[in-house]
């Protein structure tokens, strides 16, 4: 009896899965575009968000190349998130390798397998300096590129070729830059830290950094098994989820990107490495983490968890413990706030592809947040925790009295 309803099941299972290849993939109304597919090509034209050739200034006359020639530090992060000196800097990284290779390559090529040579290619419209405040002004904008063409003078195709290049660049020059990588500290970095959090957490005597998660809505998938990973249930949406450490000076040491929004935070940091690495820099410098209950599965002693019940904890110095751990988690929402305003675009629903360019995008805006955080310094993190330690009264209050 037990082999037949064996039998029975395993041909359920195989008639599920065949007629599951057969069915005709899912497609949400939003993407079928129906009405605009029935439509002639002059029809399409006039509904495309898109700025003609001849309605944009030449590259070398653009709106960018007045801001950046001008030198104003004002203007350079309103639209970059960089003052002159550190993009200056980040152009000296970017500017070999934009010259190196071309973003126009046979499809299916990696652009970084084709190298720039005089004899081939088209010639490019912009300099390093253009592709490179091209990458950061997009970062920095939400919705339509068509701001973007006016501001920069490029046709959209265009564009998108070179917002494709200069995301792998950013990826490939700072994935092992000091200012940029996400990588442990060392540990007398680790020891200032803990210093940096004691000076205003008096209890959190070992604390370095906090950590917390971050769900970026994402389009609905066509295949319904994909579909699955990617949904919340608790927010009713679509996710790509992840995990991010941050440290007393803004900086993101520790990080695990592009999950799936289904997965909970605490297996986030499970698959991603995350608790081995807190565990290794609690045994190598003794240094823990503040996290909220979303971590609190499992007790492990190189986590802190915030706790909402402080009636509940009798002991007077626990109790402490708990208050200042929940006061600083405060610092990880900051700590989110800070990368999500720097970089506005990632608010944006990102589009649903398996080609890793979510990927791409993601580390590309990491390693951008870390050395901005490290060479602009404008964070909340860095004021609340950094700032007081590098200003001096004296020069900023007494000498001005004494008109010195």
Known sequence: MNDDWIIVVAAMVILDRSSRKKRKKYVHSRYRKSFFNSLDSPERRVRQRKIPRCCLQNPSASAWRKLYEAGNDQAMITLTGFDCASFASLLLLFAPVFNAYTPFVPSGTSCFEWEKHPSRGRKRKIKPEDCLGLVLAWTRTRGSLMSLQIIFGLTYSNLDDYLLFAKRIIVMVLRNDDKASVRIPSTEKVDEYKQLVRNKHEFLTDVWCTMDGLKLTL??????????????????????????????????????INCPGSLHDSQIA??????????????????KCTVDSAFGNISREYLIKSSQELIHIHDYTERQIAKDATSMR??????????QCSMPRIKDRMKFEERGERLVTLSAMIYLYNF?????????????????LNRDANVEYVLPLLNI
């Open 372 to 388: 901005r955080a490290r060479t602009v310094g404008i964070n909340q993190l860095n004021s609340f925790y950094a700032a007081p």
């Open 270 to 287: 499970d698959y991603g490495n995350i608790y081995d690495k807190l565990q290794y820099v609690y045994e190598r410098d003794g240094a």
């Open 330 to 339: 405060q610092s990880a929402e900051w700590g989110m706030r800070a990368f």
């Open 219 to 256: 389009e609905q998938s066509g295949d319904a098994l994909i579909q699955e990973r990617f949904y919340n249930g608790w927010t009713h949406d679509h996710y790509v989820s992840s995990v991010l450490c941050f440290c007393p000076d803004g900086t993101i040491p520790i990080a695990f």
